[in-house]
């Protein structure tokens, strides 16, 4: 049956918002159309309509509602598939709202929902995966066979030859992860032996555990018995703790009187007698001394009283006593005395310190007396020389006179001379003195020079002798005048300063007797002193004699109370020796008992620490035990699983030997058919087995040709064009489709080789032609170059608009 497409209707699908009817020829369809014209539509549309689904949905490029029409609620596509018999009308409708629907009309019958997809199965005879690789060829998968690395573009290989299925299944077989459970369990065991080797020995720990038991039990006999004893030796020990109060009370009571009575025998080496004697004498030595003390304070009052109290007889201790008052009465009148002796030191002091002050103020006054004298001495003088005040004012008013004579004179001379000067000039021709008329002036000229001779010398020098001695009597008479004033004035300091000496003189004198008798009571306070350290050296050593005279009587009396203590002891009949003894069994048997309890605790920690051990072995054992089951258990799968893997590979490799056999004759012919270049002329695929770098086995196909020009094989892809290579693409995919049982008898190829020129399109589709597909739907942007037989749909980028 040649089954081909006969028409297709498109409502709704993708780029088709209107609808479109297509017809088709049994023979070759060119789908011609510029980018986006629509051409991929309407091919898709034929493969939705037959599988309710697309490739680009299941490789998951789209979602199913993106093959509506943006601007139609639904899509709906109906293929017509017509043979020589019989015609099939398959419609599927897809509503948005994920509502499906598909009808198949056989003759009269039409058939919906479940039958209607076996029906559409049983016409096509292909899975939608068989009928994507049969098909319709599709550019990107073709593409796929020929670029990429070889270990990406043999998968594509076994994709498109239907083998990936086996290698799928190869695939997930988990044996990675059944190893790597298997490896745990490894891990884990290992884990556990090791811990299991950290612990002890279990038949070592088994024994350690039985003797411990054994030991412990011991222990539960022993303590108890122990325990009885010590109770028992206790209530003797408190029989006797009675005892021993008593006896140790009265031991350290005999113990203290043996000690004074030791004492007193050591230290009172002296016998009573002689004690006694020695006393009488020390007695008269300390009255002396007291009595002497006494007189020297002139209290002679005491010492009587002290020796009429001595008469009346006491005791010898009452004696001393006698003695240490008086002594104490003599001290503290010494004291009184010292301190009045310390009261005139004060006196003498104070008073030398003002004799001081005295003679300070003296000193003072000492400048002005010298003075005082030393001017009367001057006054003296001046008196004798130049006679009283009173006669030097009258000798001064003398002098006075004679001066004013003297310039009186030479007054009345200096003018005689001027006269006659006048004369000698010639201006009179009288005598000035004798009023004469001069005859001879010659004379007259000598008399003239006489007179002033006489005036400068003799009654110059005159006045001026008088003048000086005038000046030397006033000089006298005003010191004499000015000695008298100060000593007027210095009288009352030199009457001062007289008063002062005597003073000091009364003072010092008071100062000397004081320090006479301060002499005379230190050299008595001395003596005194001595007295008393005398007096109380006697009294002590007096006392200390009266004290063991006194003492020889006690000690009588401490040696029958001894007798009567040992007496006490002996009857008590107490034995420290035997309680000791008792009280250190009692002491070691109560220690034992605590190391016994001691160690039986610590026997029961170390049994539990043991048993703890031993569940602790048995844990582990028991632990390991399943583990290595569950291992033998995984161990099996585990080589089951390879054992499938292996019998999968070979399959595998068997399949795919048979299948290259197969299509190697197949594309070689298609090889003829479509590839005209005539460098090649005929090719093989080789399969190679590979280990990948993980170290996986993978199978490789290599393409080789053999070169026209050598003969020579060689590996084609490496030494193609782009477009040579897209031609071999869809050499392999049209060979591929040739071994497809029950395929449908159309082709349906979308842009089958992108790159290649128009010319070469043209022979592709006689190419496609030759090999005898009965039905070609190709899908191109340009037409292809006058082809015979050849429908030529032709889509214009508005025509979906339409
Ligand atoms: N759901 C949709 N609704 C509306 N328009 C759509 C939808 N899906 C696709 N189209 C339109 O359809 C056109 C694509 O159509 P198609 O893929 O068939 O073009 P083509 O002719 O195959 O182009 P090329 O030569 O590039 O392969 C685009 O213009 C796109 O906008
Ligand atoms: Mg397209």
Redesign the pocket.
Known sequence: MKLYIKSVDIRGF??FERPLTLEFQCGINLVV?P???????ILKAIEFCLYGTVSEIKRRIYRKA?I????SEAAEVTVELASSEKSFKITRTYIRKGFEQLKVQVGEKLLEGEPAEAEVQKIIGLTHEDFARHVFLDYHRLQEIIFGSPATRSLAIDKHLGLYTIERVFRSIPLGLVKEKLDMLAAKEKELKEELDSLPDREELVREIGELEEEARNYDRTIPELEERIKKLKKTLEEQAQKKRIYDELKTKQEKIEAIIEHYRRTRKIDPKTASDLLSALYEKIKENICEGFNLLYNLKKCEELTQKLEEKGTQLETIKLFEKYYEELEKEFDRFSTEIEELERERLSKDIALRNIEKEISVLQASKLEYEELEDELARLTEKYGSEKVLGEKLSQLEREIERLKNKMRSETCKVLLQKSVLEGKSDTCPICEQKIENIDEFREKYRKAVKNLSKLGKEKLESTENKLEEYRKAYDRIRLLRRRLVELEEVVAKYAELEATLEKAKKELEELEETLEDRKRLQVKIKGILRGARAYIKKASSLATALAGWKDITRLQKELEALSKNIDKLNFDPAEYEILENEVKTLTSNLENYKARKEELIQTLEDKRGTLAEIERLNAELAAISQKEKEIERFYKRLLKVRRALREAQSELRSRVIEELKERINEAFRAIYRYGDYEELDIRVENIRTEKGYPRSIYRLLAKRTRDGQWVPILPRLSDGQKSLIALIFAVAVHGLAENKPDFVILD?PAPNIDEVLKRSVAIGLQKLGMQQVII?T?SEILKTENAKIIS?KQEMRKE
């Open positions: 993708r780029a159309g980018v986006g014209s629509g051409k991929t539509s993106d509506i029409n943006d601007f842009e899908a942007q889509l």
